[in-house]
């Protein structure tokens, strides 16, 4: 027992003395940031495998189906391409979930809240580090496209702004999966809950046939899927729609990127304080 004499410890997510609050969280949030990033250096087969699997994705959907699937007016290469950004960059914003899973069974989480650092320091750097490797995977994947005869039909600033909405909808996601990171007890549940989730929105979606071809049960799923929301935005912004192309007469479809927008927006601003809530708790315990 410390002496009366002894000066109290100062709370985990106290500031530093002479640092505000904003430059306390922002330190934090780059140090835990830092953190996930050396250990994709120190663990390459992460890397590895993240950019294996675009080029597999890639040149399977370019290679193999694009001679069996018909798009009127263009080429299944081109259409195919943004369904492929984004199924690869939503599966990855599984590996926040996995993590997060990984290091509360490790006991890492046991070790973070007996320092003197902000509590939603530990998700920021976790979700900042999917962020960098979908960044790489959207590298890899657009030069394979661009290799296979995939061109981009828009401007610069419009093909900046759909790699921006895709890393923009993973990073949200990423949100989403780390909350349930920690809801689970393990890194093998979370895959499986993650592949049940994420598995009907990108493949229930107009990523990779017309939502027309659909049955019509599916053919509603996709309408009003967001992942559809975000592949035909990104088809937009690309400058990859098929000419005369026929738009479902759906909001969502109809306006793909205020549709995409809204929902990050929803997504961050529900998953963020559900994400900080659940890890306040679990460092609790």
Known sequence: MPSPSSPPSSP???????????AHWFSDGWITTRRNLIKIKRVPDILVFTTLQPIMFVLLFTYIYAGVINIPGSSYKEFIMAGIFAQTVVFGSTFSGSAMAQDLRDGIIDRFRTLPMSSSAVLVGRTNGDL???AISMAVMM???LIVGWRVRSSFIEGAAA?????LFAYSFSWVMAYLGMLVRSPEVINNVSFLVLFPLTFISNAF??????PTP????AEYNPV???VQAVRELFGNVPPGAAVPDVW????????VLIGITLVLLIFIPLAIRRFKKISLR
Do not use: E
Not at 209 to 214: F, H, Q, S
């Open 12 to 22: 985990p997510s106290s500031p530093p003395s002479g640092a505000s609050p904003v």
């Open 132 to 134: 960098f490797i979908n």
């Open 143 to 145: 030069t394979t496209g």
């Open 163 to 167: 790699v921006a909405l895709l890393l």
């Open 209 to 214: 046939v017309p939502a027309d071809t659909l």
């Open 218 to 221: 599916l053919r509603v799923f």
């Open 228 to 230: 559809s929301a975000l």
């Open 252 to 259: 969502s479809q109809q306006h793909p990127i205020p549709t």
